[in-house]
């Protein structure tokens, strides 16, 4: 039951949930933009907006949010599925990105 409370959550959250950790950080970590660009980007992390091996695969990012990847830091610990799968579809949705349907579990 949780997860499917989870994935009718996903659709409405991410644009509130996500462009908030985005931006401010979440689970005692900073917000992504500090890294990626208040718009996708990139400095010192990769750019978001536009890139294409994301949308080819949108799972990546969800992977590489929970377990981290060279400079990136892993927040599978510190935010919980409900802010992962938000902050993901955020990106996945956000400076031109567009996947069909969003990011679920």
Do not use: F
């Not at 009718?8 to 991410?14: L, R, V």
């Not at 500090?34 to 907006?49: D, R, S, T, Y």
């Not at 949308?55 to 981290?68: A, F, M, Q, R, S």
Request: charged content about 20%.
């Amino acid at each position: 039951r949780r997860s499917s409370d989870l994935v009718a959550s996903i659709s409405k959250d991410y644009p509130t949930i996500g462009k908030q950790i985005y931006a401010e950080g979440a689970g005692g970590g900073p917000g992504c933009q500090g890294c990626h660009g208040a718009n996708g980007e990139g400095g010192v992390g990769p750019k978001l907006a536009g890139n294409e091996k994301l949308l080819k695969d949108p799972v990546y990012v969800h992977t590489i949010l929970v377990n981290g990847k060279g400079g990136m830091p892993a927040y599978g610990d510190s935010l919980d599925d409900k802010q992962l799968y938000a902050v993901a579809n955020y990106v996945l949705h956000e400076w031109g990105n567009d996947i069909e349907e969003p990011l679920t579990p």
